[in-house]
């Protein structure tokens, strides 16, 4: 067990509709990723967010967006769903803190949320 | 841009057999960390190993052995002596640096298509 709880665990909707994902961080956590991981694409990064600010973005689409809110939790919204974005989202965390030379702040992925549209 | 290419898509292979996975990456960072993660059927990914781009030394842990060789840009993977519960897609991962406010920061992982390894009893 990581540490990094997501939920739903699953979630069914159809095409048109808009969901929420919902990820809590390592107690301790500043930084929050979310990737998606489908069969197209691969694994691939979508956004990072740093102690409530937006820090990275990836290829994130422009129906989807994400915050992370003063309890360091974060939420991934997917509008206005396509089949294409049937998937499984990570979350990870980090303590995030600002790093150079050879320091690191090793990533914890959360078991992720399955997301089929129909 | 940062690359990653596992070039095996699967690899199936019967217990007790050794196998080693592939990763070969692009990057144009001095500075980067490499990562191999397991993504058991349930669906998790689980963290095997970082190594970061000034540490060329090889490193057992176990049945697990990684190579990195910079010259190559290769950081292979082997497992001696396969087990079943070795079954598994294998993700090769690279983190380059970037800068945000008050410092360089790491964490945007590319990641491999994967390989999957599919172990025999």
């Known amino acids: 067990d990581s540490g990094v709880t997501q939920t739903p665990k699953h979630l069914i909707t159809a095409t048109g509709q808009r969901v929420t994902l919902r990820c809590s961080p390592r107690?301790?956590?500043?930084?929050v990723y979310w990737y998606q991981q489908s069969l197209d694409q691969g694994l691939q990064f979508l956004i990072q967010?740093?102690?409530?600010?937006?820090?990275a973005k990836g290829n994130i689409l422009e129906r989807f967006s994400a915050q992370q809110f003063p309890d360091l939790h974060s939420e991934l919204n997917l509008s206005s769903l396509e089949l294409g974005d049937s998937a499984l989202y990570f979350c990870?965390?980090?303590?995030?803190?600002?790093?150079?030379?050879?320091?690191?702040?090793?990533?914890?992925f959360g078991p992720g949320t399955r997301l089929t549209v129909l | 841009a940062q690359k990653v290419t596992q070039a095996q898509t699967e690899i199936s292979v019967v217990e007790k057999e050794d196998v080693t996975l592939d990763c070969v990456y692009e990057?144009?960072?001095?500075?980067?960390?490499l990562f191999w993660y397991k993504q058991p059927p349930s669906g998790e990914l689980v963290f095997l190993i970082r190594?970061?781009?000034?540490?060329?030394q090889n490193e057992i842990s176990g049945r697990y052995s990684w190579n990195f060789q910079k010259s190559t840009s290769s950081f292979n993977f082997t497992i001696t002596a396969s087990q079943v519960v070795d079954s598994a897609v294998y993700f090769c991962?690279?983190?380059?640096?970037?800068?945000?406010?008050?410092?360089?920061?790491?964490?945007?992982?590319?990641f491999g298509q994967g390989t999957i390894l599919t172990v025999h009893p």
């Open positions: 991962a690279l983190s380059e640096a970037w800068t945000i406010a008050g410092g360089t920061s790491y964490g945007k992982l590319t």
């Open positions: 967010y740093y102690n409530g600010e937006e820090r």
């Open positions: 190594r970061n781009s000034f540490d060329e």
């Open positions: 990870a965390s980090s303590l995030g803190l600002p790093t150079s030379g050879g320091s690191y702040n090793e990533q914890f």
């Open positions: 107690s301790g956590d500043l930084s």
């Open positions: 990057t144009r960072d001095t500075t980067y960390y």
